[in-house]
T-cell receptor, first 113, second 112 residues
Framework: DVKVTQSSRYLVKRTGEKVFLECVQDMDHENMFWYRQDPGLGLRLIYFSYDVKMKEKGDIPEGYSVSREKKERFSLILESASTNQTSMYLC????????????FGAGTRLSVL | GDSVTQMEGPVTLSEEAFLTINCTYTATGYPSLFWYVQYPGEGLQLLLKATKADDKGSNKGFEATYRKETTSFHLEKGSVQVSDSAVYFCALSATGFQKLVFGTGTRLLVSP
């Protein structure tokens, strides 16, 4: 089974802190994605990566950055957390030759106080 | 740009009732279409998919048919169970792209 693991299920941080959300997949997938999920807005793509050290902005990249130093790991970074970044964050991965099916982690619920 | 529109929820049904969740899309070309399901406290998982017009995706008693003429991909199930309570997301991926575009999700609540 494909496994996408997010390092934390719940996280509480203070305004201005630097926050790292980690995601690891074990299926050698080329593509990895970070979304945030908010009520009434569905899933919105923050960043994605097609390969190691490659990254592309999604629909809402402002206030976020990402790092992909190894194929299996994709990190989302909040440089200076703000209260409007309180949300559920979902990581996903997909193989390039896989009919665009994405496999999701369980999510990290981040609260910024 | 590409977009997906889903009916707003929550949809509240009694066990064994018939379910329809509407989904329409806007896209250029011939996108692939998906339904994902999110159970409480979990991430999303693929429920079913269709990659070309008139394809029917099916899984766990759920079905959806890719209707290009009406740009729709409605989700149906003949008899829902309490365990089907979840949030359902319709999504598309444009030809040649790995990104998915999601609808806003529809919460389904099934009571005994």
């Amino acid at each position: 089974d494909v496994k996408v693991t997010q390092s934390s299920r719940y996280l509480v941080k203070r305004t201005g802190e630097k926050v790292f959300l980690e995601c690891v997949q074990d299926m050698d997938h080329e593509n990895m994605f970070w979304y945030r999920q908010d009520p009434g807005l569905g899933l919105r793509l923050i960043y994605f990566s097609y390969d190691v050290k490659m990254k592309e902005k999604g629909d809402i990249p402002e206030g976020y950055s990402v790092s992909r130093e190894k194929k299996e790991r994709f990190s989302l970074i909040l440089e200076s957390a703000s209260t409007n970044q309180t949300s559920m964050y979902l990581c996903a991965s997909s193989p390039t030759k896989g009919k665009n099916i994405q496999y999701f982690g369980a999510g990290t619920r981040l609260s910024v106080l | 740009g590409d977009s997906v529109t889903q009916m707003e929820g929550p949809v509240t049904l009694s066990e064994e009732a018939f379910l329809t969740i509407n989904c329409t899309y806007t896209a250029t070309g011939y996108p692939s279409l998906f339904w994902y399901v999110q159970y409480p406290g979990e991430g999303l998982q693929l429920l079913l998919k269709a990659t070309k017009a008139d394809d029917k995706g099916s899984n766990k008693g759920f079905e959806a048919t890719y209707r290009k003429e009406t740009t729709s991909f409605h989700l149906e199930k003949g008899s829902v169970q309490v365990s089907d309570s979840a949030v359902y997301f319709c999504a598309l991926s444009a030809t040649g792209f790995q990104k998915l575009v999601f609808g806003t999700g529809t919460r389904l609540l099934v009571s005994p």
